[in-house]
């Protein structure tokens, strides 16, 4: 079974890829996911906050900043709870390349075309075979529109593209009101790829401390739905775009339904976390039984029977499907 696949100049040997996690913090977790097989790993994001903050250390001019950045530094993040300090961070890329032959991929979390986003040429030279840019961001501020949002995101893809040579992939929330339109300006400002999609962490509120709690659940199989439209529209849409599922894939039944509706890769951290390294195994084995019994030869053979390619209007056939549904909740079986 051939499951072979490519992903951001990658040529990978199946589409189970080691999403960003806290994974790739342990040499011997790493090696344990090379030997269960695993395509490639993301590494866990290096924070813009964590890279300015350096930066604002190095110059050693932090007492001198007025009141207001110290009441907003009072809410940032402190270095302790940074997993890896940006050279840290470097470093760890270095000594999984000379560890294990899984190729890298590095990833950065911020959302302002600034100069922070010159560590992509550190985590190239590191070693990274591709990068992922993760703009997670709640566009909160009433005056500013959709629009800024956007260009600030595509100026940050702009921005990485002119100082890497390295492939890179932009990971993003669903909620952008008009998300066909925003992939393909990021595909015209040079992403080579999407990672659909980010997860919010939601805080909870404690009714009776009357405070904020703040957690992180690890995700569930019903998180993949929302990455299946999107893969089957966009993958339509945009030829020159590698697309990686993120949220919800667990089993070889998940990989299956990503790579039919177009994904060139999945990346799973939750099941691995739950599981254990050895799961990517399971997952694998599992990948290629699954599709012998499904009748295919190949990932490539599959990838796309299911996305929206031919569909002259996927938002008219989504609106029908939704008036269809609404109807099913009569019987949970499911005959719509
Ligand atoms: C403990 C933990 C740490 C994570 N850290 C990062 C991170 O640093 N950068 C990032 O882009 N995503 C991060 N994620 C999100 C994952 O990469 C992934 O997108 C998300 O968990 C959904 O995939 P899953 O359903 O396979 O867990 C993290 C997730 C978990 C559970």
């Known amino acids: 079974m051939d499951l072979s696949t490519t992903y ?129 961001y709640i566009a909160s501020d009433p005056a500013e529109d959709s629009a800024s949002v956007e260009r600030r995101t595509l100026e940050i893809v702009r921005m990485v593209k002119r100082a890497v040579t390295i492939p890179i992939a932009v990971k993003l929330s669903p909620f952008f009101s008009a998300f066909a339109h925003l992939a393909a300006a990021l595909e015209a400002a040079g992403a080579d790829g999407l990672v659909l999609f980010n997860r919010f962490y939601q805080p909870d509120i404690d009714i009776v401390e009357l405070e904020v709690r703040p957690h992180h659940h690890l995700s569930d199989p019903s998180e993949l739905l929302l990455r299946l439209r999107w893969l089957a529209i966009l993958s339509g849409q945009r030829r020159r775009l590698d697309l990686a599922a993120t949220g919800g894939v667990s089993q070889a039944a998940d990989v299956v339904k990503a790579v039919m509706a177009g994904a060139h890769a999945v990346q799973m951290v939750s099941a691995v976390l739950r599981h254990g390294p050895d799961h990517v195994r399971v997952v694998r084995e599992g990948l290629a039984h699954l599709l012998g019994e499904l009748g295919y030869e190949s990932i490539a053979q599959m990838r796309g029977c299911m996305n929206l390619a031919r569909c002259p209007d996927p938002g008219a056939l989504e609106r029908a499907n939704y008036v269809r549904v609404l109807q099913s909740w009569r019987d949970p079986g499911g005959s719509a």
């Open 8 to 136: 951001l100049g990658l040529r990978l040997p199946h589409p189970i890829v080691v999403g960003a996690s806290p994974l790739c913090d342990d040499l011997d977790t790493v090696r344990r996911l090379e030997d269960a097989g695993a395509a490639a790993i993301v590494m866990h994001s290096l924070f813009e906050e964590q890279i300015a903050r350096e930066r604002r250390r190095t110059a050693a001019d932090l007492d001198a900043h007025v009141d207001a950045f110290a009441e907003a530094s009072s809410f940032l993040p402190q270095p302790a709870e940074f997993r890896l300090a940006p050279d840290e961070y470097l470093e760890q890329i270095r000594r999984i390349r000379a560890a294990v032959a899984l190729p890298v991929i590095g990833s950065l979390n911020g959302v302002t075309p600034a100069g922070w986003l010159d560590y992509a040429r550190s985590i190239q030279d590191a070693g990274a075979s591709a990068l992922e840019l993760n703009t997670y």
